[in-house]
Each structure stands twice: as C-alpha cells, then as structure tokens.
Nanobody
Framework: QVQPVESGGGSVQAGGSLRLSCAASGRTFSSYAMGWFRQAPGKEREFVAAIDRGGGRTYYSDSLKGRFTISRDYAKNTVYLQMNSLKVEDTAVYYC?????????????????WGHGTQVTVSS
C-alpha cells in the first residue's frame, strides 16, 4: 500500500522552528511531485507547499512564503518542510501527499496517497 508517513510534528512556542519529514515509499519517488497541506481545527484542509519531481520548482501558499521551505532527498525518498518563525495560526495537522503528476500543483485533487498527518501546535 502506498502511503506517505509524516513525522516531526510537536509543540513549539511562537517564533520557533520545526522540520517535518515525509517518508514516501511504494511509488517511484523521483517520478512524482510531492505536496504538503494542513488542516486547522474547524477549517478545511489547505495547500501549504509543493515541489515538482525534479526538485527544481517549488510552490508555496502566499501567506507562508519566506517562512516555510520544502525540499526533497532522493536518496532517502523523503520530502521535508522546514517551518520557521512559527505563529499560533500555523497550528494544524500537516499532511504529506504524492502528486498525481510530475509537476507540482496547489489543489488537493492533484494529489493522491495521503499520509495520516502530524500535529503541529504553536503556543503564544
């Protein structure tokens, strides 16, 4: 079964940093884009960041640019999300997903094989 596995979530104070990891097995990692999404309590899941299969193009939610960085390690079949200057409003469950295509999209329908998510809690 193809399912990414997220890790690295936790509790941090505002202004702190976390790095999320997503171990992506079961598909040819280098053939697909990878994406991160998040869902805050009472809200719909939203796009966070994405990276194309070659790692050369990255996309971010406009509200997160400059604070979050997505990257991928082909040797480890892992995609990362470095989160800096965290804010209370970044509190959410963060999900990793395989893209359906080689290019990175910002819409959930462009992704399948979702992980179970990892909780990130930012306190003031």
């Amino acid at each position: 079964q193809v399912q990414p596995v997220e890790s690295g979530g936790g509790s941090v104070q505002a202004g702190g940093s976390l790095r999320l990891s997503c171990a992506a097995s079961g598909r040819t990692f280098s053939s697909y884009a990878m994406g991160w999404f998040r869902q805050a309590p009472g809200k719909e899941r939203e796009f966070v960041a994405a990276i194309d299969r070659g790692g050369g193009r990255t996309y971010y939610s406009d509200s997160l640019k400059g604070r979050f960085t997505i990257s991928r390690d082909y040797a480890k079949n892992t995609v990362y999300l470095q989160m800096n200057s965290l804010k209370v409003e970044d509190t959410a469950v963060y999900y990793c997903a395989f893209g359906r295509y080689a290019w990175a999209g910002t819409v959930q329908d462009e992704y399948d094989d979702w992980g179970h998510g990892t909780q990130v809690t930012v306190s003031s």
